[in-house]
């Protein structure tokens, strides 16, 4: 019995040594079966990856041509601010009606407007009757349209009734008042009338013969600011025939798209004012000397062009603005309203944007001739057309810090801070020159540096800028930013937030 058991035992371990040495047959093909099938599973995982990457890279190409076309585009809504120009209750109405101011406004259009609405202010403070202004007639233009050619007069009259009371003209009896030619001081304070009030004891009329910049940009009573911008952005609004076809145009432009007011300053009396001559030939450069030279009231005749240029104190040129404007990422497609009066040389300085875009647009091809008959010979009443559709551009661009490009860019912020690029002049030639130099070229590097550049420069709200650091004396209220420009915080409120 025992060798029974030995021999069984025996035969046993035998028999799983011969399994261990010979693999089984179904294993293996099992193996390889399951090898396949991962192999094939991950060709499947990596082709499916891939297709879902292809389709991503084309979802956020077009997400970002979105995101840019925003970026370019889009209207800020108010940045949850609104306009607040409803008077405080301290404000009281004027009490006198018996001293009379009477203005005349100097410079272009909107040089005179803000200087009518600054002797609106004025009127309140020394509480006296306005007289209707007389227009300037004798500035480079030679215009000679009336208050009443250009703005709404009954309008302007009737929607100041509860701060100023206004006449058309002095009545007949205070022909032999006695009458005081008083020049205002720049940025005058509140201090400052409240001191020129004292001249009603020996007179009864006040003729002031310049109207601009008479009154301080910041630091006076609320109820005085809401004043400038109630007359501005309300009262002083332009005549029916010039808001009728303003509106119009702005109609047909927009029937087209979405388009770009451009403020080209590249014309004669600003060339010649700034000394400016890049980009002009030696004949062009000669003939604005010498119109600076026969400017009696331009102080500087002798303008190194170059470090003007550097400094950024000169208009863009047209080649220039393209060029800024592409990198920014508008496309050749794009239609520019160019809001300006006779481009210097424009036939040859305009083919180099028009190169870039060719859409571009001006009045005479938007309006008929019929209708700008009227407007002929009158520039300011064709710059109130300008600027109406700068104001309703969807996007505005002044290629240089005018009076315009102030009043422009400041009804913008009043509106709801649409989009307004200004752009930085020094930092472009900077990059221009590199251009030239050979140093940089066109391309995504540049307009990432011109993007970059003009991130914070697009309008959004912020509170007025003061005087230049280290700047004193009278000279600091010339470098503050123009009321005009951004009438926040004084016109401009955060919403409240509803509980």
């Known amino acids: 019995m025992v060798n029974t ?55 956020q190409s077009k997400n970002w041509f979105q995101a840019t076309e925003e970026n370019l585009w889009d209207s800020s809504f108010g940045f949850g601010y609104r306009t607040c120009v409803h008077r405080t209750s301290k404000y009281k109405a004027p009490q006198v009606w018996d001293r009379y101011l009477t203005v005349r406004s100097n410079g272009g259009l909107n040089q005179m407007r803000t200087g009518i609405c600054d002797m609106v202010a004025v009127a309140r403070i020394l509480n006296a009757t306005l007289v209707i202004p007389e227009l300037d007639k004798k500035s480079f233009w030679r215009d000679s349209s009336t208050f009443a050619d250009i703005f709404d007069e009954l309008h302007f009259i009737k929607s100041l009734e509860g701060d100023v009371r206004i006449l058309k003209e002095l009545p007949k009896e205070s022909a032999f008042l006695p009458r005081a030619r008083k020049h205002f001081s720049s940025w005058a304070s509140l201090s400052y009338y409240e001191e020129i009030a004292q001249i009603w004891k020996d007179y009864r009329v006040i003729h002031a013969p310049k109207s601009d910049s008479r009154l301080a940009n910041n630091d006076l009573p609320l109820d005085i600011q809401r004043l400038r911008c109630r007359c501005l952005y309300n009262a002083l609004r332009f005549s029916p025939p010039i808001e009728i076809l303003g509106k119009t145009l702005v109609e047909r432009l927009k029937s087209r798209g979405r388009y770009i007011a451009l403020h080209l300053r590249f014309e004669k009396d600003m060339l010649s004012f700034t000394g400016c001559t890049y980009g002009l030939t030696e004949l062009e450069a000669e003939e604005l000397r010498k119109i600076r030279e026969s400017t009696s009231h331009w102080k500087t005749k002798n303008i190194n062009s170059t470090e003007q240029r550097i400094g950024g104190f000169c208009p863009l040129t047209p080649k220039e603005v393209g060029i800024f404007l592409q990198a920014l990422g508008y496309g050749p497609s794009t239609w520019i309203y160019i809001a300006a009066g006779e481009i210097f040389g424009s036939g040859a300085h305009l083919s180099s944007l028009r190169s870039r875009f060719p859409n571009l647009v ?38 240089y810090t005018g009076n315009m490009a102030r009043a422009v860019e400041g009804h913008r912020r009043f509106l709801g801070h649409r989009r307004t690029i200004v752009p930085d002049r020094k930092g472009l030639v900077e990059l221009f020159d590199k251009f030239e130099r050979g140093e940089l070229n066109e391309g995504p590097m540049s307009a990432q540096l011109v993007r970059r550049m003009h991130k914070s420069r697009q309008g959004a709200p912020r509170k007025r800028y003061g005087p230049l650091p280290g700047m004193k004396g009278r000279g600091r209220f010339r470098t503050e930013e123009s009321f005009y420009e951004n009438p926040l915080p004084e016109c401009i409120c955060r919403r409240r937030r509803l509980s």
């Not at 001006?362 to 109130?384: G, M, R, Y």
């Open 5 to 59: 058991r030995i021999s069984v035992s025996s035969s046993s371990s035998s028999s799983h040594v011969r399994n261990r040495g010979q693999p089984r047959r179904p294993s293996r093909y099992i193996s390889i079966y399951v090898v396949l099938l991962l192999a094939s599973a991950a060709v499947l995982f990596l082709f499916s990856q891939r297709r879902i990457a292809e389709v991503d890279r084309k979802d």
């Open 362 to 399: 001006f009045k005479d091809t938007l309006a008929t001739p019929e209708e700008l008959k009227i407007f002929s010979n009158h520039a300011s009443q064709a710059a109130a057309l300008d600027y109406i559709i700068s104001v309703e551009s969807d996007v505005f661009v002044p290629s």
